[in-house]
C-alpha cells in the first residue's frame, strides 16, 4: 500500500461518553481517519449522539495520555491519537468541593481543564476573593481531619456539615472581568436602608454566584470549636511535621484532571503566599475574614510558634471577635466611619512586602533621617554566658554602626552592620520589661547574630521599625516608618497586662470557654478560671476595636511573629549527609538544622542569579551572585512545589498599585515553570 493511501485510510476511534443526565457512561464507535481534526472528531459525537443540548463545555479527555484535547484544529495524527486511544466526551466543568480557611464547604461548578492558577482565579472571583494569585489549592493529606485513628467515626463530619451549594452558577475560565473588577477607584454602593457598602458583599463582582447571604457566611467569623474538637485534629510539633502540612499544594502549571483530581472531590482554597497585597476592607469583606481565619487557625494548631503572653493577645481578639460576630448589630458589614478610620492604618497592615510603592507626596525630604542612642548589644559565643555591653549606636540609611561612647561618634565605629537583607526578630517580654531585637545578618558561610537591647516601648519601637525597614532595603525617610513605629507601640499596649485593674468575675467569665481560644498544649497549662482570667485581662486592651479592625490587627499580630511566611519543606542538599529542612519565605530561602531548628544559612531572592529543576534526578539548582549555588532535592514533596514556591514569591514581587492591576499569567508560569 502507498503512502498516500495510509494516511486517506480510515480506522475506527472508540469514545465514551460522559452524559450528565446518562445513569452510565455510553461507548460511541466512530469511522475516522488521520487527517480528521479533534473538532470534527467531537461534532461527529454529537452528531451521533443525538441529543439537543449545549454541549459547548464538552471538550475530549485522552485517558492513556492523562491530558485533554483542546486544540481541537489538531489533527488526530498531530495529537498521535490511533485507534487504541481511549477518549472520553466530558464535560470541562465539573463540581468541586472546597473547604475554606474558616472551615466552610463550598461546593461549586470549576473548570477540571484550566491550568489550576486560572481556575484559582475563576473560583476567587466567584467568592468575592480580590488578589487571586496568592491563594492555591491544597490537596490534604490523611492527617488533616484526624489525629487519633480511633476517631474514624468522625472523620466524614468536616466533608459534610454544612455546605454552601452554588452550583447554580458555574465559573466560566476565561470569562470577562469588568475592567473596574480590581481598581482601587471603585465607588462602593451603599444599601439605602442601613447605609453599610453593598460593594464589600455582592456587588463588585457581577458574575459572581453568591447571594447576600452565601456572601455573609464567607465574610463571618465561625464560632470556636470545641477544645474536644481541637484535640483531634493534626497538630505539628515537630518542623518535619509542619513540612508534611505542604506536600500536598497543587501544581498551578496543570489542570486539575491531569492531577487525578476526580469530580466532587474535597481540596482546601488556602492562602499559599505570605505577602497580602492592597487588603480593603471596603472591598475585602470575605478576603479579610478568610485571612483571619486561616491565622486563627495556625496559632491554635501550633502550626506556627508564639509565646504564652502572645497566646493571651490571639485568644482575647478571637474572643472579641467571636462576641461581635454573634451580636445582632455587626452582622452587617462594617460601615463607612469604621472604614475610613481602619484605612488609614492599612498600608502597615498590607505587607506589601517590596511589591509596592508607598504614596510619596509627603516626601520631599533631602536628609534621611538618623538614629542615635545609647542601646546594649550581646553577641553570642559559645561557653559565654549572655552579658550585654552598652555602646552609642548610630542608625542612617540602612547600617547600623556602634561606638564605645557618644563622643567618638565622629571617628570609625567599632563596627558597622548592614541591615539590608537580613532577619529582623523580636525579643520582647512586655511584663518582664524586656525589648529586644534579633538580628541575622547574612554572611558567606551563614549568619552573624547579633542582639541589641533597648531601654523602654518607644526606643523599641524607633529602632525596630527602622531595622524592619531597613531589611528591605527601605530607610526612615520612607512614608511607612511612622506608621510602623505606631503599629509596634500598639501591639505592645495590647501586651501589656494592666495588673492593677482586676478583673471582677462576672458571667461574662463563667460562660466563657477559654480553652477554644488556646492552643490545646496551653490550655493544658492552666486551670480553667485562670485562663478564662487572663483573656479577659488581655482583651481590656482590644474591647473597643471594631469586628474589621480586630481582625486586621489579629493579622498584623501573626506578621509579626518570627516565623510568619516561613512554609516548610524536608530536603537533602548535594554534598550533605544527612536531610534538612528548608524554609521559603517571600525574599529568601533558609536551611535549617532539622534536629534543632538552628537557621544556618539564608539565602535572599534579590542575589538569586537563576534557578532550574533537573527533571531527571528531581533536583532544584539556584545560583547567587559572588559564584553561590546550591543544589537540593525535595522529601516531602515534588521539586516543581518547592520550585514554584520560589517562582511564585518572584512573580508577586512585580505587582505593583500604580500599575493595570490584570495578571501577567505567562509571566508566572515563566517563573515557577522549572524550565532553563
Keep these: ?38 473538532g470534527g472528531v467531537m461534532l461527529k459525537l454529537v452528531e451521533e449522539i443525538n441529543v439537543a443540548q449545549d454541549w459547548s463545555d464538552f471538550a475530549l479527555w485522552w485517558e492513556q495520555k492523562h491530558c485533554w484535547l483542546l486544540k481541537t484544529h489538531w489533527t488526530l495524527d498531530k495529537c498521535g491519537v490511533q485507534a487504541d486511544a481511549r477518549l472520553l466526551f466530558t464535560p470541562q466543568h465539573k463540581m468541586l468541593r472546597l473547604r475554606l480557611p474558616n472551615t466552610k464547604t463550598v461546593r461549586l461548578s470549576v473548570s477540571f481543564s484550566a491550568v489550576v492558577f486560572r481556575a484559582v482565579g475563576d473560583i476567587c472571583r466567584a ?54 473588577l480590581y481598581s482601587k477607584t471603585m465607588t462602593p454602593t451603599y444599601d439605602p436602608i442601613n447605609g453599610t457598602p453593598l460593594s464589600s458583599t455582592v456587588t463588585w463582582f457581577s458574575d459572581s454566584p453568591l447571594t447576600g447571604q452565601s456572601c455573609s457566611v464567607l465574610a463571618s467569623s465561625q464560632p470556636p470549636q470545641s477544645p474536644e474538637a481541637l484535640a483531634d485534629m493534626f497538630q505539628p510539633r515537630t518542623l518535619v511535621d509542619k513540612a508534611k502540612l505542604n506536600t500536598g499544594w497543587l501544581d498551578s502549571s496543570r489542570s486539575l484532571m491531569e492531577q487525578g483530581i476526580r469530580e466532587d472531590e474535597q481540596l482546601l482554597l488556602r492562602f499559599k503566599y505570605y505577602s497580602f497585597f492592597d487588603l480593603n476592607p471596603k472591598y475585602d469583606a470575605v478576603r479579610i475574614n478568610q485571612l483571619y481565619e486561616q491565622a486563627r487557625w495556625a496559632v491554635l494548631l501550633e502550626e506556627i510558634d508564639c509565646t504564652e503572653e502572645e497566646m493571651m493577645i490571639f485568644a482575647a481578639l478571637q474572643y472579641h471577635i467571636s462576641k461581635l460576630s454573634l451580636s445582632a448589630e455587626t452582622q452587617d458589614f462594617a460601615n463607612e466611619s469604621e472604614v475610613d478610620e481602619v484605612e488609614a492604618a492599612l498600608c502597615n497592615l498590607e ?31 559559645k561557653l559565654i554566658l549572655k552579658a550585654f555591653k552598652q555602646y552609642w549606636f548610630v542608625f542612617k540609611d540602612t547600617s547600623i554602626a556602634y561606638f564605645k561612647n557618644k563622643e567618638l561618634e565622629q571617628g570609625e565605629p567599632i563596627e558597622k552592620l548592614n541591615l ?45 521599625a527602622a531595622c524592619i525597614l531597613a531589611s528591605k532595603g527601605k530607610t526612615m525617610a520612607d512614608s511607612s516608618y511612622q506608621p510602623e513605629v505606631l503599629n509596634i507601640l500598639s501591639f505592645l499596649r495590647m501586651k ?181
Design 351 to 381: 505587607v506589601t512586602l517590596e511589591g509596592g510603592k508607598a504614596d510619596s507626596a509627603l516626601e520631599d525630604i533631602t536628609d534621611i533621617p538618623k538614629l542615635a542612642d545609647n542601646l546594649k548589644l550581646f553577641r553570642p559565643k
Design 1 to 38: 500500500m502507498l503512502s498516500g493511501d495510509l494516511a486517506a485510510a480510515s480506522w475506527e476511534l472508540v469514545v465514551r461518553v460522559d452524559h450528565p443526565t446518562a445513569e452510565e457512561q455510553r461507548d460511541i464507535t466512530l469511522r475516522v481517519s488521520g487527517d480528521l481534526h479533534v
Design 127 to 180: 467568592l468575592n476573593i480580590r488578589r487571586s494569585e496568592e491563594l492555591s489549592l491544597l490537596k490534604p493529606s490523611g492527617d488533616y481531619f484526624k489525629k487519633k485513628k480511633k476517631k474514624d467515626k468522625n472523620d466524614k463530619k468536616p466533608v459534610i456539615e454544612d455546605i454552601l451549594n452554588l452550583e447554580s452558577s458555574p465559573t466560566s475560565s476565561g470569562s470577562p472581568v469588568s475592567a473596574g
Design 496 to 676: 501589656n497586662r494592666n495588673s492593677s485593674s482586676e478583673v471582677a468575675p462576672s458571667l461574662e467569665s463563667m460562660d466563657m470557654n477559654p480553652e477554644c481560644f488556646v492552643s490545646p498544649r496551653c490550655a493544658k497549662k492552666h486551670k480553667s478560671k485562670q485562663l478564662a482570667a487572663r483573656i479577659l485581662e488581655a482583651h481590656q486592651n482590644v474591647a473597643q476595636m471594631s469586628l474589621i479592625e480586630a481582625k486586621l490587627r489579629f493579622i498584623q499580630a501573626w506578621q509579626s511573629l518570627p516565623e510568619f511566611g516561613l512554609t516548610y519543606y524536608l530536603v537533602r542538599f548535594k554534598g550533605i549527609k544527612k536531610d534538612d529542612i528548608l524554609g521559603v519565605s517571600y525574599n529568601r530561602l533558609i536551611r535549617i538544622d532539622a534536629a534543632t531548628g538552628i537557621p544556618i544559612t539564608t539565602w535572599r531572592f534579590t542575589n538569586m542569579k537563576q534557578w532550574n529543576v533537573n527533571w531527571e534526578i528531581r533536583q532544584v539548582a539556584i545560583e547567587f551572585d559572588q559564584n553561590v549555588s546550591i543544589a537540593f532535592t525535595c522529601l516531602s514533596a515534588g521539586c516543581k512545589v518547592v520550585h514554584e514556591y520560589i517562582g511564585g514569591y518572584i512573580f508577586l514581587s512585580t505587582r505593583s498599585k500604580d500599575q493595570n492591576e490584570t495578571l501577567d499569567e505567562d509571566l508566572f508560569h515563566k517563573l515557577t515553570g522549572g524550565q532553563d
Design 420 to 464: 539590608k537583607g537580613c532577619e529582623v526578630v523580636p525579643d520582647v517580654n512586655v511584663a518582664g520589661r524586656k525589648f529586644g531585637i534579633k538580628l541575622l545578618i547574612p554572611i558567606a558561610d551563614g549568619m552573624n547574630e547579633v542582639y541589641l537591647r533597648c531601654d523602654h516601648e518607644n526606643q523599641y519601637a524607633r529602632w525596630m
